[in-house]
């Protein structure tokens, strides 16, 4: 054997050696392998009251269109567009000159109409006081008739004795037969006199009742009251020169200048945006859970969603064009600062009715679609299960295709497979 081929033999075995046993301590030894961790939940039957999204506008509380109906010019505008105003502010003022003449021209016709009611009724009070002294002067009259006839008719029943005996002529009896004759006319006379007396008396009445004079005097007293209701009319149209706004808002239409006589048209628009609306539109299925009274938060992308405005539904709208699936829901909304403005593009979030079901955390889904839950089987196990959410508060969902009682992975977008063993804490 060569030395020169290599190590000498008594070397070479102990390398060997040496070797063998480097080789075997670099191969480790077999370890079991921990299951990964993770949180769990179990799912279980309950309620959740869903919220629904929807994008929208800004609308105001109302729109306001004033005009005015006097054909007077315009003396004053105080107000531009923009301005804000409140309730009972003049926006504008009309000229009343030839109103005011008419006013004075009106009460001084009533004070006329006053003044001959009062001569009226003293006219007429003398009247009816004439006609009951004019009854009892009558009345006396007919009286005196009736005690002359009856004395002269006495005086011709003793004429008559008296010629039957011869002791006074037939002339003296023609006479005093004449003379009850004339008496029985002075009474019929005297009679007829005071049934004038009476039927004047009846026919003027009294003035607090009915009657001529009580008439008289209200007829004088009904132009009076024209008169006055002519004043009142004139000075209602000089406080309607005064044009005021009837809410409290923000001028977004100005058409009038002084000088301009308003016409017809529309002067000034005015918008009350406190409250104000969001009218948010939804399909039929959106709407299908939404009900009035419901609460709502409301975001304005033009404000960068940084203010939240709470509100409630005051009015779920049907389909705003017939034959359409698009609905209108309209959220009541307090907006003090005026912060929100009409046709701002907001987002609304509106709560719904309560969806009864299984109940899972709305991270326990596997992706955004929220169509599969990660669930713990028997033997600690994991297994995709899909599922169909049915509603959602943004916390919890309410799924079907899942019992309850299931145990399923917390965060469902965590990195174990189908079949993968796990630890959790129960």
Not at 30 to 35: L, Y
Not at 164 to 169: A, E, T
Request: net charge negative; with cysteine; hydrophobic share 40%.
């Amino acid at each position: 054997m060569k030395q020169s081929d290599g190590l000498p033999p008594l070397l070479l075995v102990p390398a060997l050696i040496f070797l063998a046993a480097a080789g075997c301590g670099g191969r480790p030894a077999a370890q079991a392998t921990q299951p990964p961790y993770v949180q769990t939940t179990v799912s279980s039957y309950g309620s959740v009251e869903p919220g629904r999204r929807l994008a929208g506008i800004v609308a105001p509380y109302q729109n306001v269109a004033v005009q005015s109906s006097l054909s007077e010019p315009t003396d004053a505008v105080y107000v531009r567009e923009g301005d804000s105003v409140h309730s009972g502010e003049v926006l504008a003022l009309l000229d009343t000159a030839d109103l005011q003449a008419q006013l004075q021209s009106d009460l001084a016709t009533a004070n006329s109409n006053h003044a001959n009611t009062v001569h009226t009724v003293y006219q007429g009070s003398l009247s009816i006081a004439q006609g009951v002294d004019t009854v009892r002067a009558d009345q006396a009259a007919v009286s005196q008739a009736q005690k002359t006839l009856g004395n002269d008719a006495l005086n011709l029943t003793r004429d008559r004795n008296l010629l039957s005996q011869g002791y006074v002529s037939q002339q003296s009896v023609d006479a005093q037969a004449t003379l009850v004759q004339n008496d029985q006319q002075a009474l019929n006379t005297a009679n007829s006199n005071l049934a004038a007396a009476r039927s004047n008396v009846a026919a003027n009445g009294s003035l607090s009742g009915q009657g001529l004079q009580a008439s008289a005097v209200q007829q004088s007293a009904a132009q009076e009251k024209v008169a006055l209701a002519q004043a009142d009319q004139v000075r209602v149209g000089i406080a309607k020169a005064s044009i005021v706004s009837p809410i409290d808002g923000v001028v977004v239409n100005r058409n009038l200048n002084p000088g301009e006589y308003p016409g017809s048209r529309e002067i000034f628009t005015l918008q009350q945006v406190n409250p104000i609306y969001a009218v948010l539109h939804a399909s039929s299925e959106e709407v299908a859970r939404i009900e009035n009274g419901a609460p709502a938060t409301v975001t304005a992308v033009d404000l960068n969603g940084n203010d939240r405005f709470s509100g409630h539904v005051v009015g779920v709208l049907n389909e705003i064009n017939p034959g359409s699936t698009d609905f209108e829901v309209k959220v009541l909304l307090a907006n003090p600062g005026q912060r929100l403005r009409p046709g701002m593009v907001v987002q609304g979030a509106v709560a719904t009715l309560p969806i009864a079901g299984v109940r899972v955390p709305v991270t326990a889904f596997t992706d955004d679609n929220h169509d599969a839950v990660i669930a713990v089987q028997s033997d600690d196990t994991v297994k995709t299960t899909t599922v169909a959410e049915i509603g959602s508060d943004g916390t919890t969902s309410v799924v079907s295709g899942l019992r309850p009682g299931t145990r399923i992975v917390s965060n469902g977008q965590t990195s174990v497979g189908d079949g993968e063993k796990v630890s959790y804490r129960p």
